[in-house]
């Protein structure tokens, strides 16, 4: 019974260079949340997904994030143009319908993105 | 959003019990009490939550005072494995949109051995 997996673990790019980070949510899970961790800061919340449906983006940056949970296969989270400041370490959450409300969330072990 | 106040820091000895404090003095009568921890490289783990009645589970214990201004999340014995950053966060239910978990500093735990 495997949790959610994220990949890669740890992700170096050098600035201008594109970031994908891919999120496979539990088995039976429909929804998808991205969370993003800043040296030093605790989590915040992206953006929330459902399959082909992004359902709250209000977390994310107003340029070069974007993000989809397709039909098929995991979600990304794909960041263009990186520069230092969004080194960090990002996390995907997911859940089954609804049962996210007033229930746990199970978050996966994170992606560590470093820009050089 | 209604916040928490945590300490930054605690620290405990294994096998003895853990009484993590949290301060949510403007909890709004619908929001639940979580708590989270996240062990050093790993994301967030749920660990426990309630409304208004002491909840218990297989990892921790939750007491809540009786007005809900603040909680206690109990370790009854502490192992090394509990050192992490606890976190609490309130939850508010209003039409399903409650996924927005605020995490603030949390606090660091230490056991020692």
């Known amino acids: 019974n495997a949790g959610v997996m994220q990949n890669p673990r740890h992700l170096v790019r050098r600035r201008g260079q594109e970031a994908r980070l891919r999120c496979s949510p539990m088995?039976?899970?429909?929804?998808v949340y991205w969370y993003r961790q800043l040296p030093e800061e605790g989590l915040k919340f992206m953006v929330y997904?459902?399959?082909?449906?992004?359902?709250?983006e209000s977390g994310m940056p107003k340029e070069r994030f974007s993000a989809e949970f397709p039909k098929e296969g995991p979600s990304i989270l794909r960041i263009q143009q990186v520069v230092r400041g969004d080194s960090a370490a990002y996390f995907c959450?997911?859940?089954?319908?609804?049962?996210?409300?007033?229930?746990?969330?199970?978050f996966g072990s994170g992606t560590r993105l470093t820009v050089v | 959003d209604a916040k928490t106040t945590q300490p930054n820091s605690m620290e405990s000895n294994e096998e003895e019990p853990v009484h993590l404090p949290c301060n949510h003095s403007?909890?709004?009568?619908?929001?639940?009490i979580h708590w989270y921890r996240q062990l050093p490289s790993q994301g967030p783990e749920y660990v426990i939550h309630?409304?208004?009645s002491n909840v218990n589970n297989r990892m921790a214990s939750l007491a809540i005072a009786e007005d809900r201004k603040s909680s206690t999340l109990i370790l009854h014995r502490a192992t090394l494995r509990d050192a992490a950053v606890y976190y609490c966060?309130?939850?508010?239910?209003?039409?399903?949109?409650?996924?927005?978990?605020?995490f603030g500093k949390g606090t660091l735990l230490t056991v020692n051995p």
């Open positions: 997904l459902q399959k082909e449906n992004i359902i709250d």
């Open positions: 088995k039976g899970h429909s929804h």
């Open positions: 403007t909890i709004s009568g619908t929001d639940y």
């Open positions: 309630g409304l208004t």
């Open positions: 966060i309130l939850s508010w239910d209003s039409g399903g949109s409650n996924y927005k978990l605020t």
């Open positions: 959450a997911s859940s089954p319908k609804d049962r996210g409300r007033n229930y746990g969330y199970t």
